[in-house]
């Protein structure tokens, strides 16, 4: 239900702009607009981020302690991973979108891209961004990276627990209780990283709109 919500959420923030882009050739959005759907993109995608690794711990957990679940992964445990998720999305978008709107913005307008994305917001700015891009650097580490390390060493305790298993059946069983979100967090994960964790440098803004429409089309869909 909440990974549903929040696709919703990234959806209808992203697709409307999309559209009028695609129809139009072009969209225009006032700063304020632009802003705030880069927030609340950041929200949804920082909220994703945990999201999925609550998820892989809870496969974790179901697979590799069965026997536990039910008291490990009770509902209480359920709604406070759901709630300081959706809060430290909320905290980090504030504190990643806040430095952008203190700099000062050249007279030059336009976005090479179908949304108001961080690195090409950055390019209207004529003020130093070092600082901006310093804090998105160090940002990345507990929002991306740590969150995929536990996806790591989750699924590498599932693997070890499937081996384990005698039958055919009970291995295929167990894997398909982890195909899709393994899938989702490949196509998210894979997506995310190549865009805003590697340095941008050397990558063409096509490649970085394909990868853009992974996580904010394809993803939501799957």
Same mark, same amino acid.
């Given at each position: 239900?909440?990974?549903?919500?929040?696709?919703?959420? /990234?959806?209808?923030?992203?697709?409307?702009?999309?559209?009028?882009?695609?129809?139009?050739?072009?969209?225009?959005?006032?700063?304020?607009?632009?802003?705030?759907?880069? *927030?609340?993109?950041?929200?949804?995608?920082?909220? /994703?981020?945990?999201?999925?690794?609550?998820?892989?711990?809870?496969?974790?957990?179901?697979?590799?302690?069965?026997?536990? *679940?039910?008291?490990?992964?009770?509902?209480?445990?359920?709604? +406070?991973?759901?709630?300081?998720?959706?809060? +430290?999305?909320?905290?980090?978008?504030?504190?990643?979108?806040?430095?952008?709107?203190?700099?000062? &913005?050249c007279d030059r307008n336009t976005i090479n891209h179908f949304f108001c994305d961080f690195f090409?917001?950055?390019?209207?700015?004529?003020?130093? +961004?070092?600082?901006?891009?310093?804090?998105?650097?160090?940002?990345?580490?507990?929002?991306?990276?740590?969150?995929?390390?536990?996806?790591?060493?989750?699924?590498?305790?599932?693997?070890?627990?499937?081996?384990?298993?005698?039958?055919?059946?009970?291995?295929?069983?167990?894997?398909?209780?982890?195909?899709?979100?393994?899938?989702?967090?490949?196509? &998210?994960?894979?997506?995310?990283?190549?865009? *805003?964790?590697?340095?941008?440098?050397?990558?063409?803004q096509t490649i970085n709109k394909v990868l853009s429409l992974m996580f904010t089309l394809v993803?939501?869909?799957?």
């Open positions: 239900q909440q990974l549903s919500l929040t696709d919703l959420l /990234e959806s209808t923030n992203i697709v409307p702009t999309l559209l009028q882009t695609v129809i139009n050739d072009g969209v225009v959005l006032s700063i304020v607009a632009c802003i705030t759907q880069l *927030y609340f993109w950041g929200v949804s995608e920082t909220f /994703e981020c945990f999201l999925l690794a609550v998820m892989s711990y809870d496969r974790y957990v179901a697979i590799c302690i069965p026997l536990r *679940y039910t008291s490990i992964m009770s509902h209480r445990v359920c709604v +406070t991973f759901i709630l300081i998720s959706w809060a +430290t999305g909320f905290g980090i978008a504030v504190l990643s979108v806040n430095p952008i709107t203190m700099l000062q &913005f090409p917001l950055l390019g209207l700015i004529c003020s130093d +961004t070092s600082f901006v891009q310093i804090q998105a650097i160090i940002q990345s580490f507990p929002v991306v990276i740590r969150p995929f390390i536990l996806i790591i060493v989750s699924y590498m305790c599932i693997a070890h627990a499937i081996l384990k298993i005698v039958s055919n059946t009970g291995r295929q069983k167990a894997f398909s209780t982890c195909s899709s979100h393994l899938a989702v967090v490949s196509l &998210f994960y894979g997506s995310i990283i190549a865009i *805003y964790v590697v340095p941008p440098t050397g990558q063409s993803i939501p869909m799957t």
